[in-house]
């Protein structure tokens, strides 16, 4: 198989927390895949490791082909991130974040601006492009994530609980859009708590239980087993 993310034997501890224990997975490439887990499975902190944020305590980790370790410049600019919690310049107009954002990845000042103005228009927010961070709605936060997200063109798209907390109406526009995404050949792991989510979305469902990957399934297997037992075993 052609993977996207190869991960063997992950393992990260903090302290005396075993947060992932031995985690085996692959996602293919050009797949859009879940990974689901009730609170406190390991879900943030894998995403984390890929991403550079926090460093694996043993296993192996690669996007792409490259250790995000070893090769991790290599790694992380194929990567877009929309993480859980936002953490953004409040103090600079959105576009001014994203050219910002374009310059440290390597794309060229006068390609930057061009680039920012396209993928505030692909979420939905150009109009808002000389408002800051902070003046901006919570949905409308959680586009200008996606945009910083996609403003490297990422092979691999992250999104750690997307549509956590956003209105029926976000919530379709954002399933749209990274669906879209997916299909123009876009990789996307997508971390929720939402089974039906997962089930309109996803090719391939991973579940990780207190730091261990307990299964990895299509969507329709799992339901197909009722989903109080999907819903319970998230809930742990
Ligand atoms: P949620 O769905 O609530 O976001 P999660 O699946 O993303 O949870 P993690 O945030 O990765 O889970 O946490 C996994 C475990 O590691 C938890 O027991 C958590 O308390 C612990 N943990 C996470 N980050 C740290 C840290 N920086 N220091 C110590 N323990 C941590």
Known sequence: MDSAIRIRDLEKEYGEVRALKGVDLDVPKGSFFGL???????????????????KKSGGTAEVFGADVEDDYREARDRIGLAPQEFNVDRFFPIR??????????GIPKSEARDRAD???KRVGIYDKRDTRFDWLSGGMKRRFVLARALITEPDLLILDEPTAGVDVQLRHDLWDLITELNESGTTILLTTHYIEEAERLCDEVAILDSGQIVEVASPEELMGRGPDKVTISLRN
């Open 118 to 120: 396209e993928v505030l």
């Open 96 to 105: 001014e974040v994203l050219e910002h954002k374009a310059g440290y990845h």
């Open 36 to 54: 689901l887990g009730p609170n406190g499975a390991g879900k943030t902190t894998f995403i984390n490791i890929l991403v550079g944020l926090v």
